[in-house]
């Protein structure tokens, strides 16, 4: 849940560094960082989810070699 907290507030950040280079007339520069945003928020969750999903595995593998 704080990963994805954390992923949220850093794609705001991007997001705003983006508007902020982009309205500072370097265009390029602003378009780069949106395309990196994109790519990541396509790959990002996914990657997100399966880390948790394997922290809950081991977790439950914990658990049960403890019992």
Do not use: Y
């Not at 508007?19 to 997100?48: E, W, Y």
Request: aromatic fraction near 4%.
């Amino acid at each position: 849940m704080i990963k994805k907290i954390a992923k949220i507030v850093f794609l705001l950040v991007m997001i705003l560094a983006g508007t902020v280079v982009t309205v500072a007339d370097h265009l390029f520069i602003g378009v780069i960082i949106f395309i990196a945003m994109i790519v990541m928020v396509a790959t990002g969750p996914k990657a997100g989810d399966a880390d948790e999903e394997s922290e809950m595995a081991m977790a439950r593998k914990a658990r049960q070699d403890r019992n």
